[in-house]
């Protein structure tokens, strides 16, 4: 079981792996730096208890230890256990939520790997914004999609930000980078993937017409600027979800929802 250790000062070394979480040159969650993923909240922590993100430590008030004391039962890990005020000088913040978790990062996977026995994937390209990120990571696990691929410029879904608003899932999700962007897009095609790239583009296909394929990759880009011509191309089929006049765009983690429910349907 999981061993509480009373953490009186904000300087003990102890926690050095959830200090300055604001700090952009300290973070201890970014992919350069210590390589660490953060959990926050007791859902999120619960998320990546049962996820291949084994924690090593965490860090917590009384109450929240209380409330996943059951959940830590098979776990031989240290809870520092502060209070609020110590807890917000080591993170740089008040913590609404009470408890972090932090496991370390796992090497990048392999794609081709990841999607073998898959038949629906989400691919994104220049996905930049990381609340929108976790929001996908949430949608995805709740639509029964079998992985995330990342192409050129996006976020990172391992950012403590993108875990929480994913309400963990970013954790249970298995994801993956496409290398060779877009050029890797052959590769699913080849797989036996329908890539269908969804635009706003009203000469598009509706994207209830468009879900052809026993598998599917559904391809999305930034807000904004959306996909690249280039990524396009590299697609089987460009895909509109039919909006109503003087509505030229969806939010993408609102747009990723009804594409993912679609495949639901179609399937």
Known sequence: MAVVLDVDSAADPRVD????????????????GKGLVIA??????????????????????????????????????????????VMAEVVGFHLNRGVLAVSLRPPARDFTELVAGATTVAVLEGVNDHENLGSMFRN??????????????CADPLYRRSVRVSMGH???????????????LATLRRGGFQVVALSPDPAAVPLAAALTGRRVALLLGAEGPGLTEEAM?????????????????????TAAAMAFYERVRAS
């Open 140 to 153: 995805a696990a709740g639509l029964g999609v079998d992985a995330v691929l990342f192409g050129a410029g």
């Open 233 to 253: 191309a590299a697609s089987d089929v460009r895909a509109r979800i039919p909006m109503a006049p003087g509505t030229d765009s969806l939010n993408v983690a």
């Open 40 to 85: 926050e909240g007791t859902v999120v922590v619960r998320r990546m208890l049962e996820s291949p993100f084994r924690p090593h430590a965490l860090l917590g008030v009384d109450k929240r230890w209380q409330e996943l004391a059951p959940d830590l039962a098979g776990f031989d890990i240290p809870f520092f256990r502060a209070s609020a005020e």
């Open 170 to 184: 970013a954790l249970r999700v298995p994801f993956a980078p496409v290398p060779d962007w877009p050029d890797g």
């Open 17 to 32: 792996d959830f200090r300055d979480l604001k700090a952009a040159d300290r973070r201890p969650d970014r992919p350069g």
